[in-house]
């Protein structure tokens, strides 16, 4: 049955392709920004390195994507046209990675919430049927799981601190849960793309997230959410007031020079 | 714990397998976990290393530079010590 199933698979539409890689392109891309944005401001010297380069593998990334989109579109957009002269509503990326950084421990969580997320659509698209994926993916995974490394040594160091960082690191839980229901939201795009033979790419990447997540926060002696109402939107271009801020600051040369090389 | 609070370590960066490693610096880090995160971050960004140790400064015992005449002068004049004092006597091959 499996096999019959396999072999009857249609092609992905080529327009859903692009709006994958976007998708991938926008979450690296605004989490990127939000990361730069600690340069300059970081607790540490040491950790003003540490996260200059979480944004630089992230724009990094992001680069590959839009590229891949970019090219799979076939209008004459590359990654720099789709990351400087698109507007807010053309954005596809997660509300999660907009939410301004807050402090250090918002900052690292939602990194670690996002970088699980993260890994396991990587590692599923390191198998995907389209070959410009899987090699995007088998290039980014080990930064990737670098990054789940990194967040999950911070939420532990915070976790089990001072009563001061547990309590930020609490507050920022609370405070971010409501955006994280959206990593897991199926929608036409991600059941067409399944169905055409690719991973897992929401909802079906939630029970191994919840394993892995739940037993970090318990080592970290954080008390788990409450279910709360999840708020959607980012997909499709829903956006919040924050997304719009990012940009201004990310495509203000392009917007202030056109066209203008530096 | 503050940032004051934050232990230094030092950084040893192993650049390739069968070599030793070598000291490159220092970081401060509140956990040895964090000393090797960052350190990766610091010194192995350009692809310098295969493998990093971190080891609290305070576990460091260094030799006195006042004592310095007193360890290291008397092995100034002993060239004997090195091999290429001796003269490899004919015929002996492969040494």
Redesign the interface.
């Known amino acids: 049955m499996a096999t019959a199933t396999a072999e009857k698979l249609a092609p992905p539409k080529a327009a859903d392709l692009v709006t994958l890689a976007l998708r991938l392109g926008d979450d690296a891309l605004v989490l990127g920004q939000r990361y730069a944005e600690w340069v300059g401001h970081a607790?540490?010297?040491?950790?003003e390195?540490?996260v200059s380069?979480l944004a630089l593998d992230l724009i990094g990334e992001a680069q590959l994507w839009l590229d891949l989109a970019g090219r799979l579109e076939g209008e004459g957009r590359d990654a720099d046209k789709l990351a400087y002269l698109r507007d807010v509503l053309d954005f596809t990326n997660l509300l999660l990675v907009e939410q301004p950084n807050h402090d250090w421990a918002y900052t690292v969580l939602r990194h670690y919430l996002y970088s699980v997320y993260h890994r396991l659509l990587i590692e599923g698209l390191s198998r995907a049927p389209e070959e410009a994926f899987r090699e995007i993916a088998a290039k980014v995974l080990p930064e990737v799981r670098y990054h789940v490394?990194?967040a999950h040594?911070w939420v532990l160091?915070l976790g089990d601190?001072?009563e001061e960082?547990h309590r930020r690191l609490q507050a920022a839980l609370d405070r971010i849960w409501r955006f994280t229901g959206e990593m897991f939201t199926d929608d036409e795009l991600t059941a067409r793309l399944e169905a055409a033979g690719f991973p897992p790419l929401a909802s079906g990447l939630k029970a191994a997230w919840d394993e892995e997540v739940g037993r970090t926060l318990k080592d970290a002696g954080i008390t788990p959410p409450q279910p709360r109402q999840m708020i959607t939107g980012g997909r499709i271009g829903h956006h919040g007031e924050h997304l719009g801020h990012l940009l201004a600051e990310l495509q203000f040369m392009q917007r202030a020079y056109p066209n203008r090389e530096w | 714990?503050s940032?004051d609070d934050?232990e230094l370590y030092e950084i040893f960066i192993r650049t390739a397998r069968g070599l030793a490693h070598r000291h490159v610096g220092s970081?401060?880090?509140?956990?040895p976990?964090?000393a090797i995160?960052?350190a990766r971050?610091?010194y192995t960004?350009r692809n310098e290393g295969v493998s990093i140790w971190a080891v609290p400064s305070k576990a460091i015992t260094a030799s006195d530079p006042e004592e310095a005449d007193a360890l290291f002068e008397p092995a100034k004049d002993k060239i004997y010590r090195h091999p290429t004092f001796y003269k490899i006597p004919e015929g002996v091959e492969n040494i």
């Open positions: 607790p540490a010297l040491e950790l390195m540490a380069n490394k990194f040594s160091r601190g001072t960082s | 714990m940032r934050w970081v401060h880090a509140a956990d976990e964090m995160e960052v971050d610091i960004r």
